[in-house]
Nanobody, 119 residues
Framework: QVQLVESGGGLVQPGESLRLSCAAS????????MKWYRQAAGKQRELVAG???????DYTDSVKGRFTISRDNAKNTVYLQMNSLKPEDTAVYFC?????????????WGQGTQVTVSS
């Protein structure tokens, strides 16, 4: 079992930055792949960024060059550094943990943190 708690959301103006954090507890954090999703009002949840247990990263095209995902296994925490924020980045951001083995696939969601980009 893994518990995920996001923090760092808030209201910022276009062009500003935020750093989201997702603290994990309850299991061996380092073996999990971690992702950030977001869901804007009235829209489907979309994958924003991911980082594997080995540290490989991937991003959706709309955030490439602006967002950076990272992890600190010693702190059981994954981060999403968001720069040059745009109004279209406004959404609830969710942390997601996954672990896949030959016999099982387990995943966990955090409760989400609101990011609002508005002037």
């Amino acid at each position: 079992q893994v518990q995920l708690v996001e923090s760092g959301g808030g209201l910022v103006q276009p062009g500003e930055s935020l750093r989201l954090s997702c603290a994990a507890s309850g299991s061996i954090f380092s073996v999990y792949g971690m992702k950030w999703y977001r869901q804007a009002a009235g829209k489907q949840r979309e994958l924003v960024a991911g980082i594997s247990s080995g540290g490989s990263t991937d991003y959706t095209d709309s955030v490439k060059g602006r967002f950076t995902i990272s992890r600190d296994n010693a702190k059981n925490t994954v981060y999403l550094q968001m720069n040059s924020l745009k109004p279209e980045d406004t959404a609830v951001y969710f942390c997601y943990a996954e672990r896949c083995s030959d016999s099982s696939y387990v995943y966990y969601w955090g409760q989400g943190t609101q990011v609002t980009v508005s002037s």
